[in-house]
């Protein structure tokens, strides 16, 4: 271990705290969005031409738009810091390339976010929406992929990561690893799937729940893009609670796991449940903005837990190189069978 891959607090906190500001972000976006307040300002990167627009502290709709561009300049000087941080201090080539990736994403967000504002008069009649709304999708896409390249570099500076006393680096079972990808690749798609939602105005498209109708039919009776939009949202929850319930059954069967990965399968069912039943709220409740708004915060909440205890299952395989990580035997043995990583 070269004395720039030592745990260093300063950045460890850093980062942490960096990642913690995302959720900052993605709340002021998620609840800028519930209200409709998405293009309060016509202009971009200014508002109404100002840093400081007229009536931001006063009307709630360019609050929420304002306050979401503020933290956004915020967290793009947190990730150049971070990135020049990593890059003065740290030796892992990997993390470097990541924390400039890191800025590359923030940058692109920020710009896709401004073309979403700067193109919404351009309509799309192919698809009944404008060129603006578009953007929002994928602005709300990219933004869970910038919360894991953010916490992916928050987790390889923590301590838990760089020493490694309690056996994180050892490899689990192939069946664990390719669990673990899975169940936040659908979240992710689910997330993408959500964005789309929103973005259509899909999220009351069937008013009822957990069936389609009000006499009880599991299929609508009428169907419609935001309506078949809306169906396969619910579907992939129900995909994804099955999904994360597997993962945590044979996580926890990883008997020389630290426990508190082992035990992490049911922190992630419980969050999976907790969303679900925040989107029966949105349907009961008409839309209300605080349960839409804390729905979209808890399922990126969702994907960084889940995100974060599939990183430190492939914690062996991602980072070898600050700590003596193990590797499984290719016989595929049960278990953590473990022997010496090659650097």
Known sequence: MTPHSKYKPSLAWFAALGSAWVFVLVSLGAFTTTIGAGMAFPDW?????????????????KFAEHSHRISATVMGL??????????????????????WSVVGLVILQGVVGGLRVLCDHYEIAMVNTSLGRLFAMLHAVMAQAFVCAL??????CSRTWMEDNAGWSAAPSVRVRRLGMLCVSLLFVQLAIAAVVRHSFAGLAIPTFPLSTSDGAILP???????AIQFAHRVMAGIIGLAVAVYGHFLWREKLAPVVLRAAGVLLLTLVVCQITLGAEII???????????????????????????????????DTSPAPAFAREADGAAGFALRPSKR
């Open 78 to 99: 947190i990730s150049i810091v971070l990135a020049i941080w990593i890059r003065l201090t740290d030796d892992r080539t990997w993390l470097r390339k990541l924390g």
């Open 151 to 156: 916490l992916t570099v928050a987790a390889a």
């Open 284 to 318: 009961w409740t008409g839309r209300s903005v605080a349960v839409t708004t804390g729905h979209v915060l808890l399922g990126a909440l969702t994907l960084a837990t889940t995100y974060l205890v599939n990183l430190f299952v492939q914690r062996g395989v991602v």
């Open 221 to 227: 009776a009428v169907w419609s893009f935001p309506v």
């Open 45 to 61: 990167p200014l508002s109404n031409g100002s840093v400081n627009p007229h009536g931001w502290l006063t009307q709630i709709d």
